[in-house]
């Protein structure tokens, strides 16, 4: 147990729906990290946010964005869902730089 | 395109052979990470790499870091089936990682 959790665990919706998905850091972590896992893409990383505030963009599309908020929970939400979005979404905490600890993902299957 | 490329994608060996994962870039990086993960979990740092030319030993597993900090190699002595596993190299630099697509890993019993 990394002591990151993420849920859901699985999403299922369909194209052009809006998903939201949540993170919740190791205790005292103050960086969160969003990556998208898929089978052709490998683990992307999307996103990093340190202690609310966004320190670093990866390869994120512009209809998804990320939030981290003061009790350092984050969130990912991704709006107009394509069938290609379907991936693992893993949120990862760490408390500087250096090792991530990684939760446990959020499957999202777009129908 | 990756930014690190890891060969083989895949690799499948009887219990108690030896293996080794490559992992290579054109870029330079200020430290590089290996991490294992499991079907339906996230990936867990193995080991940390920071000097070129530095070999860390953990157990059965040997790190090195590229003399360049380009590149870096796993070797498993010894494999065993709890071994299995999906193996990520990522280099860090700028705060960020950038992940292999990974070397799939099955030992055979």
Redo the contacts between chains.
Sequence with gaps: D?G?TQTPKHLITATGQRVTLRCSPRSGDLSV?W?QQSLDQ????LI?YYNGEE??K?NILERFSAQQFPDLHSELNLSSLELGDSALY?C?SSAG?????????TRLTVL | TQLLEQSPQFLSIQEGENLTVYCNSSSVFSSLQWYRQEPGEGPVLLVTVVTGGEVKKLKRLTFQFGDARKDSSLHITAAQPGDTGLYLCAGVSDYKLSFGAGTTVTVRA
């Design positions: 990394s990151v990290y990556y490998g683990l992307q990383f990093q320190r670093a990866g893993f990862a730089v250096g090792e991530q600890f990684f939760g446990p993902g």
